[in-house]
């Protein structure tokens, strides 16, 4: 049975694979909790979205915070994708994982800092999104300092509502981010006014796991609207960067990516048709999220009063996503036979109640020793791994077909102590 095409399925007789691995000898192999990421996977996503959007000049600018482990931006570099950073660090990553992909780089963000902002005018990015207006006279400064030209738009922020849960929301005035539309307008005519600025486009982002297409489409209309205005004035605006925030069938067993992206598409393209701009699009999660799992071992069996609980090797330190946003994932055994279905918990060894997996789920009885895997964890997984209660995170794996590479090894308590001093 396929679960998540083409990354996960069960064989006939009820082996999780990944690829054509069996799950169970990744767990011998690298051990437990280990995240399993499918390149199969990542490719069909950004071949979906190159697809879906053949009609115009675009770029994906695949969003690094949902997954940034090195040998995952090398896949999608070689896919010929660009990146959307929102750090020194990340931009550091990509110029590792592949050198050449700095001119597809977008760097966004409220924080950027002048050490930053050089880091990335001397690799020649694509764009800066600005965020305020006190960034756009520290890139002035920085960039006229270097000599070197920053090409930017102003990230606006469309006032759109999403449909989405409150901390991954953006596009409200009462958010942090971006800058009213109104206002934006002045930003534009200062950046004018400086030799070292390029005033190239338009930004808006909204906010992540959106799945109502509509909403992407107020939000592009209005920057569409600002586009016109701008070149009214005598801007040259050739970008549009769209942002990211697809959101993807967490609580499905399958989904229908072509058929979402294809409407994601429409909607997109409707805003911004005529406008003869290159698109800049910022996925993340659409492109990782389920191209992972987080594979995790049952340690023990618990009942209290009426109440049951699976305790198991991973937990909140190793996929936060549960815990933060109360979010949904599904977990299925990794041995797909058939047996009876139980209501528990699913929870971690952390000494939180928050330390849960899930909550009152129905699951097919899993023993003490077996294996279960939890769906969708490849964005916003692994980078939100913390060292709470002295965790180290977990061993990460990419499977190629046939073959399987550990790309970032399980951290050891060395590696936790190596920065403290008594
Ligand atoms: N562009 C910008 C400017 C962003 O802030 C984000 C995500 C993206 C692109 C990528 O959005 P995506 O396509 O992945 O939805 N930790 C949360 C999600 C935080 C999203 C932050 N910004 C979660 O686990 O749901």
New binding site residues.
Partial sequence: MSLRPPAFSYTARGALHCESVPIESLARRYGTPLYVYSAAMVRARLKAFATAFHSSPHTICY?V??NSTLAILRLIAKERAGF?V?SGGELERVLRSSPKAASKVVF?GVGKTAQEMELALRSGILLF?VESASELNLLAATATRLKKRARIAVRVNPDVPAKT?P??S?GLHQHKFGVPIPESKNLYAEAATSPYLEVAGVSV?IG??ITDVATFQSALDRAADLVGSLRQQGHNIRYVDA?????INYEGMQDNFEKQIASYARAVLKALRGLNVHLLL?????IVGPAGVLLTRVLYRKTNHSKRFLIVDAAMNDLL?PSL?G?YHEIIPVSGRSRETETTDIVGPICETGDFFARDRKLPVANEGELLAILDAG??GAV?ASNYNTRGRPAEVLVDGARSKLIRRRESLQDQLSREKL
């Fill in positions: 969003s915070k949902a959307d929102v966004s999104n849960h901390y991954i953006t982002h992540s796991q942002g990211g925030g697809l959101g910022e996925p993340g999660r659409s996503r946003y979010a964005a916003y939100l």
